[in-house]
């Protein structure tokens, strides 16, 4: 029920910072032909500032029914509203690795079902531009509960994702890895 009231605000403060990040200003005037030229001087638009809690993208998941916002940030608080993407990794859609870590068996269990899987199953992850970055699954492992190694970016010219979530299922004694490879 809490993480459900969580993604309902989420989605609410999605829609809110995806409006000021796309409402640029118009970055020319066209005159009439005998008007004269009109100067205008546009202020570049303001990075947009996601803090940890926030949206930050919507992930869908469509082989195992799973569509969550994702938060910034991998904290209890954080991964208690839904899958949290991890500080430091690229955000979706660029190089390097992307990574996003989820709950299996509590707050949504939005990952319960990461291992169904399949390799060249989609992953389609939604920015706050509206942008959308299909990804196909092209691996899935187990590894150990610290081995950190795996939301590492090891190829600069790739853009990747990695979900990561505990496993097995009801124990943190491992993680499970899926890893994805942006369809482009």
């Excluded at 910034?72 to 608080?77: H, I």
């Excluded at 190694?149 to 190829?155: E, G, I, L, S």
């Excluded at 600069?156 to 490879?181: D, G, N």
Aim: glycine share 8%; aromatic share 6%; proline share 9%.
């Amino acid at each position: 029920i809490e993480e459900a009231q969580s993604q309902n605000k989420l989605e609410d403060r999605f829609t809110e910072i995806a409006a000021t990040t796309t409402s640029l200003p118009p970055t020319s005037i066209s005159p009439a032909i005998t008007e004269p030229a009109v100067t205008t001087t546009l202020t570049p638009p303001q990075p947009v500032v996601i803090k940890e809690g926030d949206p930050m993208a919507i992930i869908d998941l469509p082989t195992i029914g799973v569509s969550k916002y994702v938060v910034a940030g991998v904290e209890t608080a954080d991964l208690k509203k839904g899958p949290g993407h991890y500080p430091g990794t690229p955000f979706p859609g660029e190089l390097g690795n992307a990574s996003i870590a989820g709950h299996r068996t509590t707050y949504g269990e939005p990952f319960r079902h990461l291992d169904d899987l399949k390799i060249g199953d989609p992953i389609i992850v939604t920015d706050l531009l509206g942008r959308k970055f299909t990804y196909l699954v092209s691996n899935q492992q187990v590894v150990g509960a610290s081995d950190s190694w795996v939301v590492a970016t090891t190829d600069r010219t790739k853009a990747v994702l990695t979900l990561t979530t505990c496993h097995p299922e009801f124990s943190a004694k491992q993680r499970l890895i899926v890893s994805a490879e942006l369809d482009v």
